[in-house]
């Protein structure tokens, strides 16, 4: 069973920073690209920041700048830096993973995590 795990997520004021991270763990074969989402109330869940196994990086284009995301092949692990939060940042921010488990199987899956909320607020 694969599963990933977000932790980092709070209150926080506009200006701040927080750090978000995300672990995969479980009978894993090979992690491929990793990346965060997020999903405001009454909206759909948007990108916000992708990397590959190789370190290419991906970032909307309200976030460049402003948010680093990062990867820790050895520990199955990504991280999402956020600085300089705005309000409109405020969402629920999802982990997100396409993994090979280790059971033989020779296709990739797509795997969420349970999200974590950000609130940006004075």
């Known amino acids: 069973q694969v599963q990933l795990v977000e932790s980092g997520g709070g209150l926080v004021r506009p200006g701040g920073s927080l750090r978000l991270s995300c672990v995969a763990s479980g009978s894993i074969f090979s992690v491929y690209a990793m990346g965060w989402y997020c999903q405001a109330p009454g909206k759909q869940r948007e990108l916000v920041a992708t990397i590959t196994n190789g370190g290419n990086t991906n970032y909307a284009d309200s976030v460049k700048g402003r948010f680093t995301i990062s990867r820790d092949n050895a520990k199955n692990t990504v991280h999402l830096q956020m600085n300089s939060l705005k309000p409109e940042d405020t969402a629920v921010y999802y982990c997100?993973?396409?993994?090979?488990?280790?059971?033989?199987?020779?296709?990739?899956?797509?795997?969420w995590g349970q999200g974590t909320q950000v609130t940006v607020s004075s």
């Open positions: 997100n993973a396409d993994i090979l488990p280790n059971n033989g199987g020779m296709i990739p899956r797509t795997y």
